[in-house]
């Protein structure tokens, strides 16, 4: 064992090599960094009499490109960022993650839950100065419950029995019962009826020319290179401080991680090798602001349940215990995170505490899939009816966290004799065709956790279709079952009841291999000010921070 302990971290040493070489600068590149600290710390001590103003640009990394600029369509993150900035939606959540007005200004909760009432604010304006009125919320939500509507988010909607618009702003919403996830509904985005109700979805220019109604506008999108927005001086609350989002498409984040330091960035996700050993030293400390908290999302390797080395819970089972988690996160996020059993933030109140992990045992994993007749044969390759067991872990290209972890993945499981081999996908692709047509054997990826535990969407067996979020085909009656007591009640400890025997079913039937929560490591340029960590995370106020004008490198006042 300690052999192949040995050569496993021999394995991670190689893998963590790229991230510690090639970082040597220039000496133009060095004497700029030690201007732009010296500006810095200058700056510092007139802070405290700087009021914050308008003006300057943010260039953010990003992975990839958005897929889709109208919301119900986009499942992916890249496109769900932008999305942000450019609807609102009658509610949404403050930094302590919990719903508020935004859009709207009258909101009652009548009749036990059963009927919502909302009015929405007069004078907010669409990108082409129409009015967003209770009949944009009436398409939407005439939308999403249209068949034809190719969205994975129509769950919420169809669970409204009768929607009612009342006058210009004014809308109520009826259910057979109470729905919990009523509220987080009308936290969705509103889109506008005037310019898509005769579109095609599938086909229409306005999902790449997005006409929306929030704090900035799409500017320009240059395919495979980056989307730029601006401003929107209309916007209901005010224009946002900082002129221009910026959102660089740099698929490799090791290549991301040089292009911030380069100064060609000024925001990203470090990988906990960067924020640990690579952002330590006197530039980094005076130039930038690091973040460090558990995140609201987990990483799983999810497996194909219509393949055949799949179907047996036993198997799966089995693999769970020819992985060591801890091994992941301390080879893998160098401890910038915690092994995960569900679907949930360890810590919350909806996480179950009480399940009891499988143990890292390779023997006891041989001993089962023995048991469900695989057999080591004389390569040392375990076979069935003459049938290697070889599978591909499909992920997306440019995160090398999920590279790094499907590596230890496959040495473990070459460990008990199963053969995987790892494929990378750019990401459009992975999702368009693989991820949403069941393409794959396994899959390593990661959800971003909702506010609201409800988890419809991804485990109920209504949504093990294509373009479903349900892509592994999951199907279980009982989870089913649970999943709509919970989403049918407001009483917490209801909820809570439901969501943990769901997590014992799924901690049982093991159709993902559940793995990690990372921290987010978010680092920022220290010239922009006003952020706030919160429990919401620090892009809860970001149309409140600001650069001095000192500081701006770009103004649309200038």
């Given at each position: ?59 953010m ?98 669970a409204?029995k ?18 919990a996830r009523?509220?987080v ?46 401003a ?59 973040f ?25 089972q ?34 179950n ?20 007749g ?19 872990i ?31 996908v ?6 368009k065709?693989f ?9 390593l990826l ?23 979020l ?23 400890e ?16 093991q159709?993902?291999?559940f793995?990690?929560?990372?921290n ?5 340029h ?17 149309y409140?921070w ?13």
């Open positions: 064992m300690y052999f192949k302990k040995t050569v496993l971290f021999q394995i991670i040493i190689l893998l963590l090599l790229p991230f510690f070489s090639g970082c040597d600068n220039s000496q133009k590149q060095i004497a700029d960094e030690k201007k732009s600290a010296n500006e810095i710390s200058i700056l510092a001590d007139k802070l405290e009499n700087l009021e914050p103003g308008y003006g300057g640009r943010i260039i990394g990003s992975t990839g490109e958005p897929s889709n600029l109208i919301p119900p369509l986009a499942t992916d993150s890249a496109s769900s960022d932008i999305n942000n900035h450019l609807y609102v939606a009658p509610l949404r959540y403050n930094k302590d993650i919990e719903l508020v007005k935004w859009a709207a200004e009258e909101l009652e909760v009548r009749d036990e839950g059963k009927s919502i009432y909302i009015r929405l604010r007069p004078g907010i304006m669409w990108f082409d100065n129409e009015e967003l009125t209770a009949d944009d919320v009436r398409f939407t939500y005439e939308l999403m419950i249209d068949p034809e509507t190719p969205t994975a988010y129509a769950q919420d909607y169809l409204i009768e929607f009612n618009v009342l006058d210009r702003y004014s809308f109520e919403v009826l259910y057979d019962q109470p729905f009523s509220l509904t009308w936290a969705l985005p509103v889109l506008p009826r005037h310019v898509l109700e005769d579109e095609d979805l599938l086909r229409t220019e306005y999902s790449r020319k997005p006409v929306g109604a929030g704090a900035y506008r799409l500017h320009r999108w240059d395919a495979g290179r980056q989307v730029i927005l601006r929107n001086e209309d916007f209901f609350e005010g224009r946002p401080k900082i002129d221009e989002i910026v959102y660089r498409v740099v698929p490799d984040l090791a290549t991301m991680f040089l292009e911030l330091k380069s100064g060609n960035l000024d925001m990203m996700s470090l990988t906990p090798q960067q924020h640990l050993f690579q952002t330590t030293d006197e530039y980094w400390q005076n130039n930038f602001q690091k460090s908290y558990l995140a609201t999302g987990y990483t799983y390797l999810g497996y194909n349940l219509k393949h055949p080395f799949f179907t047996s819970v036993r198997v799966r089995a693999l769970a215990h020819a992985i060591d988690k801890d091994e992941i996160v301390q080879g893998v996020l160098l401890g910038e995170g915690v092994p995960t059993i569900g679907p949930y933030v360890p810590g919350t109140w909806v996480y505490d009480d399940i009891e992990d499988y143990p890292f045992d390779p023997g006891l994993a041989l001993e089962i899939l023995a048991q469900e695989w057999v080591m044969n004389r390569n040392g390759v375990l076979e069935k009816d003459g049938l290697p067991f070889e599978f591909t499909l992920t997306n290209q440019g995160n090398d966290l999920r590279v790094r972890t499907a590596t230890i993945l496959q040495y473990r499981l070459d460990q008990v004799g199963i053969k995987v081999k790892i494929r990378m750019e990401w459009a692709t992975f999702i065709e991820v949403n047509k069941g393409r794959f054997d396994a899959v990661g959800w971003n956790i909702p506010q609201d535990p409800d988890m419809y969407n991804v485990w109920h067996s209504s949504q093990a279709v294509e373009n479903g349900n892509f592994i085909h999951y199907k279980n009656e009982r989870v089913d079952e649970l999943l709509e007591t919970g989403r049918r009640s407001f009483d917490r209801v909820r809570k009841k439901a969501y943990h025997e769901i997590q014992e079913i799924l901690h049982y039937d159709p993902y291999l793995l990690f929560t990372p987010s490591l978010p680092v920022v220290g010239r922009f000010m006003g952020i706030e960590a919160a429990p919401a995370g620090i892009m809860h106020n970001f409140d600001w650069v001095p004008e000192e500081l701006q490198r770009f103004s649309l006042q200038k």
